[in-house]
């Protein structure tokens, strides 16, 4: 008999053993009905099983209650193994959980299976933040927001430095639009003595456009500086269109309600820039959904991100006619931290969007 026959026929005799169970319990209870309602036997039975509290409710009909409730029990507790759920009668819990024994210990959930638990929400922190708020809570910790910066979230920074630094190799006057630049320290700060590129800063938060300021006065780059305190969705309407060299979307989306209009920010590229997305990978988002912070005042609060999903960037660009130019992992652990996505827009000499996948780098 094959494993497959074997088990079909297991099932087949338990719920066989379940159903004659259930008639027999049935049978039991209607002889036992019967054999109460003979006279001479319902005062006693009434008084040893019914008990005086059915007998002033139901009177004669108390050991008629009784049998029911005898095979409503008996049909509970069969359904209980059969399902594997329990039943708890105050301390004594009946029935067994599903595919473990008393020998199997629970399963301890690791690796993976860990990343895809729901985390908690800190305990440490005075509030929440919503992404709906993520002005207001990057606006609190804006004086204290570069203190947080981890290793991999300066990995990140520098894979996105490295891919301007190649552009502005060939194009020393390259146009930057900056989305969502916040402070600035990590990636505008590394090109504060370039006297040549041209860097287009836009926040919706004051505070952040603040220390950005602070970060570059006084050198070569703030003189080519130009600041936008604004939503990122609505900009656009301020800017140059076919102008950018390189539209930066470093870290954002993950703070956002919603994805940003790709089809606009394609609009912003020049002919052969680059659209640069990094973000979180989404399964560590789903492990570390919270974004914590301190605010100038020393409470700790934290911002609940977004999970930002590669493939919908990747859908989102493809449609508003962008070209996967590469695209890869950030980080060493077994769950990566994050990943960053260059896009290109392409143009046939017909002045059309190529519109098609380009060369995905090896992870």
Same mark, same amino acid.
């Given at each position: 008999?094959?494993?497959?026959?074997?088990?079909?026929?297991?099932?087949?005799?338990?719920?066989?053993?379940?159903?004659?169970?259930?008639?027999?319990?049935?049978?039991?209870?209607?002889?036992?009905?019967?054999?109460?309602?003979?006279?001479?036997?319902?005062?006693?039975?009434?008084?040893?099983?019914?008990?005086?509290?059915?007998?002033?409710?139901?009177?004669?009909?108390?050991?008629?209650?009784?049998?029911?409730?005898?095979?409503?029990?008996?049909?509970?507790?069969?359904?209980?193994?059969?399902?594997?759920?329990?039943?708890?009668?105050?301390?004594?819990?009946?029935?067994?959980?599903?595919?473990?024994?008393?020998?199997?210990?629970?399963?301890?959930?690791?690796?993976?299976?860990?990343?895809?638990?729901p985390a908690a929400n800190p305990e440490d922190v005075t509030?929440?933040?919503?992404?709906?708020?993520?002005?207001?809570?990057?606006?609190?910790?804006?004086?204290?927001?570069?203190?947080?910066?981890?290793?991999?979230? #300066?990995?990140?920074?520098? @894979?996105? &430095?490295?891919? !301007?630094? +190649?552009?502005?190799?060939? %194009?020393?006057?390259?146009?930057? /639009?900056?989305?969502?630049?916040?402070?600035?320290?990590?990636?505008?700060?590394?090109?504060?003595?370039?006297?040549?590129?041209?860097?287009?800063?836009?926040?919706?938060?004051?505070?952040?456009?603040?220390?950005?300021?602070?970060?570059?006065?006084?050198?070569?780059?703030?003189?080519? #500086?130009?600041?936008?305190? @604004?939503? &990122?969705?609505? !900009?656009? +309407?301020?800017?140059?269109? %076919?102008?950018?060299?390189?539209? /930066?979307?470093?870290?954002?989306?993950?703070?956002?309600?919603?994805?940003?209009?790709?089809?606009?920010?394609?609009?912003?590229?020049?002919?052969?820039?680059?659209?640069?997305?990094?973000?979180?990978?989404?399964?560590?988002?789903y492990a570390h959904p919270y974004f914590k912070g301190t605010?100038?005042?020393?409470?700790?609060?934290?911002?609940?991100?977004?999970?930002?999903?590669?493939?919908?960037?990747?859908?989102?660009?493809?449609?508003?006619?962008?070209?996967?130019?590469?695209?890869?992992?950030?980080?060493?652990?077994?769950?990566?931290?994050?990943?960053?996505?260059?896009?290109?827009?392409?143009?046939?000499?017909?002045?059309?969007?190529?519109?098609?996948?380009?060369?995905?780098?090896?992870?």
């Open positions: 008999m094959s494993p497959a026959t074997h088990g079909t026929a297991a099932v087949a005799a338990s719920a066989a053993i379940h159903t004659a169970s259930i008639r027999a319990l049935t049978l039991s209870a209607a002889r036992m009905s019967s054999s109460w309602h003979q006279p001479g036997l319902t005062t006693r039975i009434q008084g040893d099983i019914a008990g005086q509290p059915l007998q002033d409710i139901f009177g004669n009909y108390a050991a008629y209650v009784t049998g029911i409730l005898l095979i409503v029990v008996s049909i509970l507790i069969i359904w209980a193994f059969q399902r594997g759920q329990p039943i708890e009668l105050g301390p004594v819990k009946i029935g067994r959980l599903r595919g473990r024994t008393s020998r199997q210990p629970p399963r301890k959930e690791t690796g993976a299976d860990q990343h895809m638990l509030r929440i933040y919503d992404v709906s708020n993520a002005a207001q809570f990057y606006g609190a910790i804006a004086v204290n927001y570069d203190q947080g910066n981890s290793v991999n979230l #300066l990995a990140t920074h520098m @894979e996105v &430095i490295a891919v !301007v630094s +190649r552009t502005r190799e060939t %194009k020393p006057s390259a146009q930057i /639009l900056d989305l969502g630049g916040g402070t600035g320290h990590a990636v505008a700060t590394h090109f504060f003595n370039d006297s040549c590129i041209r860097w287009t800063y836009v926040d919706f938060s004051p505070a952040m456009v603040g220390q950005l300021q602070q970060h570059l006065a006084g050198r070569p780059l703030y003189e080519n #500086l130009q600041v936008y305190v @604004e939503d &990122i969705n609505q !900009v656009y +309407r301020r800017l140059h269109g %076919k102008h950018y060299d390189i539209v /930066l979307l470093n870290l954002v989306c993950s703070s956002m309600p919603e994805p940003p209009n790709f089809a606009r920010l394609a609009q912003l590229i020049s002919p052969d820039g680059l659209l640069i997305v990094s973000d979180i990978n989404p399964q560590y988002t605010t100038a005042e020393g409470a700790k609060v934290a911002l609940s991100t977004r999970a930002v999903e590669p493939l919908d960037v990747l859908a989102r660009a493809r449609d508003a006619g962008l070209q996967l130019a590469e695209m890869k992992k950030i980080g060493d652990a077994e769950l990566s931290y994050s990943y960053i996505a260059v896009f290109a827009n392409r143009v046939h000499p017909g002045g059309n969007h190529q519109g098609q996948v380009g060369h995905l780098l090896p992870t």
